[in-house]
């Protein structure tokens, strides 16, 4: 009768999906075992090296183009020479500035990852001298996304994994992808928030099965005029579907990191936020989004001054909500750490000595910061400067 097929039919559909439910679930399994357990040690290893004792990132992984316009600002020819001079420079503190103590990894170029010292020795023996994990940038830079109002997604998929494997043998423990979100009138779109999601699991399961820690990178940009609020609403749907897009994907987090932007108004916003409103709105972010199986978080500074960097930092690790940071909340900055640098070598040999002073003062404030124990007022030659470059790439 009626009643009986209706019953066969429910239980047979029952069925169906209990088995779709373990077959699933013994197949993400699977994959998940596809990384053994000394790989995953070996990740794990890496990545707490970098991050952890209130440890951050130089980023000195600039291409050829981006470094070359730092160069052009204190006059010096964007040269081979000139670029290995000046990472040269960055590498090689006196080993009584403890620059070790402050900085945990460095990413690279790929050009200066195959580079030698002026001495002949491979700058990332100079890094593993100084106690820093040498890591490398992986992605080819961003392309219009068709099918949306200018945003992007990152490319560098194809050969990412003979990629990464040759950079492995060359001394990177560590890689970066960086994934770019604009906020706007109708921005970002579902469609560029998924694309970049799922692009940036899947740079990370290649790079944790070439024995390389990722970095997951989604900036949303600061350019525009969006309040504290928007910059807090684009981020959390940014951050949940690249989580989402992470486990998926089979991404072992607890060999990964993640570098976000902190949570800001845009740069051309009338109202500023305060170090301590920047300090909640990212942590509340973070709360909301991050599993605590990641082990650091390494934020960018996305264009902010070298001071106002160090300080929202230091709020961030200073907001009290005791037992729900359960990462490590630390600093992966380029621009907020090589401004003064820059502008007191000025390309002369003869300065060596004071931009290596600007870079081991301004390491050191936020390794302070990402302990919640920066009082301010450690000055360099860049100051309040802002940093801001509207589009920026790397």
């Known amino acids: 009768n009626t009643d009986t097929r209706l019953v066969k039919q429910w239980y047979q559909r029952r069925v169906r999906g209990v088995l779709n439910y373990y077959t699933n679930y013994y197949y993400k399994s699977n994959l998940r075992m596809s990384l053994s357990c000394e790989q995953k040690k070996e990740l794990r290893e890496i990545a707490h090296a970098i991050v952890d004792g209130g440890k951050g990132i130089l980023a000195a ?11 052009a600002n204190i006059n010096v020819e964007n040269t081979e020479d000139n670029r290995r001079a000046y990472r040269e420079l960055l590498f090689t503190l006196p080993k009584e500035s403890n620059i070790g ?3 945990g990894g460095c990413i690279l170029f790929e050009e200066t990852l195959f580079q030698n010292a002026s001495d002949g020795r491979p700058f990332v023996e100079l890094l593993r001298e100084q106690g820093i994990v040498p890591g490398i940038k992986v ?20 050969g990412l994994n003979e990629r990464c494997a040759k950079y492995k043998k060359a001394g990177a423990q560590f890689a970066k992808w960086r994934a770019v979100i604009k906020i706007g009138e109708h921005i970002p779109s579902q469609l560029a928030i998924q694309e970049n999601a799922d692009t940036l699991a899947r740079y990370a399961t290649i790079c944790q099965a070439n024995g390389l820690v990722p970095i997951v990178e989604p900036e949303v940009l600061c350019d525009g005029t969006h309040t ?16 989402k897009a992470c486990f998926d994907h089979h ?4 060999g990964s990191l993640l570098k976000p932007n902190m949570v800001t108004a845009g740069m051309q916003c009338p109202e500023k936020s305060t170090p301590e409103q920047v300090g ?23 264009g902010q001054s070298e001071e106002d ?20 909340l630390t600093f992966s900055y380029g621009r907020a750490l090589q401004a003064s640098v820059l502008k007191a070598w000025q390309g002369k040999p003869e300065n060596l000595e004071a931009a290596q002073t600007e870079l081991q003062k301004r390491a050191y404030a936020n390794h302070m910061a990402s302990l919640g124990k920066y009082g301010g007022g450690v000055d360099g030659a860049s100051g309040q400067e802002s940093l801001f470059v509207a589009n920026h790439t790397y």
């Open 61 to 71: 992984d600039e291409s050829t183009g981006t470094i070359g316009k730092r160069l």
């Open 228 to 243: 504290l609020q928007q910059c807090r609403d684009v981020t959390e749907k940014v951050l949940a579907a690249t989580f």
């Open 101 to 103: 103590d402050s900085i």
């Open 280 to 302: 909640e709105a990212t942590v509340v972010t973070l709360q909301r989004t991050v599993p605590s199986a990641v082990v650091g978080i390494t934020f960018l500074s996305g």
């Open 251 to 254: 991404v072992y987090l607890e």
């Open 309 to 328: 960097a160090t300080l929202n930092l230091n709020a961030i690790n200073a907001y009290q909500d005791a037992g729900r940071k359960p990462w490590a």
């Open 139 to 158: 992605d080819k830079g961003v392309v219009i996304l068709p099918g949306t109002d200018g945003e992007t997604v990152t490319q560098g998929i194809d």
